[in-house]
């Protein structure tokens, strides 16, 4: 079947993050963002397409700096409390129930509730139309020890993390599978 070229995202499974910023007076937002990814290894970079209307941009365009929290299914019920459009610093995370804790390079808190965290710094963004693309620098990474597997990867079947299609359609429950790799 053909499709129209702008339901592209459909076809591409994405995990939801929740981005956490600061404003210049101290007051942190939250919001989730599924056009994202870890986009080079070395140097180590991350990058997420934002809305230039997000408060999440305005922070960031302030003081550089970002934290990305990788999510579980028990985020999903969430969803609809974290993307409301709310007044410039009046904080997500407390609407949500969420509760802050302090990450240890950037200014902005991560959440406790969170699978993982992801401390960025703003490396650079791009100008894409619709959405600017913001490239961050990783300063530091951290997991929750339970759902860090021997083999050192997250361990899918305990973290759940939680995948986004389109809309309110999004993905859980996936299964770890192996394959051999090329030398
Ligand atoms: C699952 C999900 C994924 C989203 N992904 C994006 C995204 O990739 N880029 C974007 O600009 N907005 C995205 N949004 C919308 C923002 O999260 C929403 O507009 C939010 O209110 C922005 O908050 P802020 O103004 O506090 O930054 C997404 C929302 C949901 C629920």
Avoid: Q
Avoid at 25 to 35: Q, V
Avoid at 150 to 155: F, K
Avoid at 173 to 179: F, H, P, R
Wanted: charge should be negative; hydrophobic fraction near 40%; include cysteine.
């Amino acid at each position: 079947m053909e499709l129209e070229t702008k339901a592209f995202p459909k076809l591409l499974v994405r995990p939801v993050v929740v981005v956490t910023t600061i404003s210049e007076r101290g007051i942190s937002n939250a919001a989730p963002f599924s056009l994202n990814s870890p986009i080079s290894f070395d140097p180590p970079l991350y990058g997420f397409s934002c809305n230039p209307a997000h408060d999440t941009l305005k922070n960031i365009r302030e003081n550089g700096e970002f934290v990305v929290n990788v999510v579980g299914k028990d985020f999903g019920a969430l969803m609809h409390v974290l993307e409301v459009d709310y007044p410039y610093e009046d904080n997500e995370l407390v609407h949500a129930g969420l509760t802050e804790e302090r990450a240890k390079a950037v200014k902005p808190p991560r959440i406790k509730e969170a699978i993982a965290w992801i401390e960025c710094k703003r490396e650079k963004e791009v100008e894409l139309g619709e959405h600017v693309l913001i490239v961050g620098r990783i300063l530091a990474i951290g997991v929750k020890d339970e759902f860090w597997k021997e083999t050192e990867v997250l361990d899918m079947e305990i973290a759940k993390p939680l995948c986004h299609i389109a809309g309110e359609f999004f993905a859980v429950d996936m299964k770890e599978a192996k394959y051999k790799r090329a030398k």
